[in-house]
């Protein structure tokens, strides 16, 4: 039989068979020997064991589209990144280095800023105009009140989107809106530290309607793989490339360059400071790291 893995935890695998039933299935020893691990949102081919107890075995992952590793999912073909506009403040440097690996990865990202209801319409404005001056689609919601969340839904439709974000900035609350049936545990701020507590501990995958999913995933800290060099970071800030043809130099990587199209955008204002800044400091960051 073939299904989809909707949720891996305690060992299990957690397979739809696209008759929305689900079974608890194990994954063979092979998987460990080839050192694969079933992932959420992976096609699957299995076996059941005990029908009536919906148990099975995974025998086989089925190729995948794309793999991600921060967060962990298959066959994704877009993410919401959900950042709240207060309450804690955004990390844009967490948000930079999560839409790089997306770049990476050449999966379309949303940007999706909540918490509207306590920041107010000129502090979304702000970080509105960081993101889509840098091309990308962004969405500013109250997943408290409901507030934007039809425009979030319309984006969803007929695709599997991956949703991601740091705790604490509702995550789970725009679960639970866009999918009751989830039934989400959310949970209230720490004063101290801002961060969210009692939320997702596990990936899961929530059929939404008709070629419709989506993926709920922990908190993440981006983490660059082993393999990434300083060189090819610039290829993931899409908002560089109309400016370097006017860069002196063939191969700058407009941090130390004199003449640089890019450096004279951020001067002219045409590229934003914070996203400039956290490339230097991701540049700088893995140039140090081969070093070692």
């Not at 029908?51 to 921060?70: F, M, S, W, Y």
């Not at 408290?144 to 599997?160: C, D, F, H, I, P």
Request: glycine share 8%; aromatic share 10%; charged share 25%.
């Amino acid at each position: 039989m073939r299904g989809k893995i909707v949720k891996g935890i305690g060992g299990f695998y957690y397979v739809d068979n696209g008759r929305n039933k689900v079974y608890a299935c194990r994954a063979k020893g092979i998987f460990r020997k080839q050192d694969v691990k079933p992932l959420v949102g992976d096609n699957v081919e299995f076996s059941v064991l005990d029908e009536t107890d919906a148990e099975g075995n995974v025998d086989a992952i089925l190729p995948r589209k794309n793999a991600l590793i921060r967060p962990a999912a298959a066959n994704v073909d877009q993410a919401l990144v959900v950042f709240s506009l207060t309450h804690p403040e955004p990390n844009l440097n967490l948000l930079d280095r999560f839409l790089v690996m997306m770049e990476r990865e050449q999966v379309p990202v949303i940007i999706c800023f909540n918490k509207l209801d306590l920041a107010g319409e000129r502090t979304a404005e702000e970080y509105r105009s960081i993101y889509e001056g840098a091309g990308y689609t962004v969405q500013i919601i109250s997943a408290r009140n409901e507030e934007g969340l039809e425009a979030v839904r319309a984006l969803m439709r007929g695709k599997t989107t991956v949703l991601a974000g740091p705790s604490g900035v509702g995550k789970s609350t725009l679960t639970n809106a866009i999918h009751p049936q989830a039934a989400m545990e959310t949970g209230d701020i720490s004063r101290k530290i801002e961060r969210g507590k009692h939320t997702t501990r596990h990936s899961e995958l929530f059929f939404l309607e008709e070629d419709t999913y989506m993926m709920d995933t922990p908190g993440f800290s981006s983490i660059f793989p082993p393999d990434m060099e300083a060189g090819e970071l610039k290829a993931y800030f899409p908002e560089f490339a109309p400016y370097e043809s006017a860069c002196r130099f063939a191969g700058c990587v407009h941090v130390g360059e004199r003449d640089c199209g890019v450096k004279e955008a951020l001067e002219q204002g045409w590229v934003s400071r914070s996203r400039y800044e956290n490339y230097v400091l991701m540049y700088e960051e893995l140039k140090s790291r081969r070093r070692y």
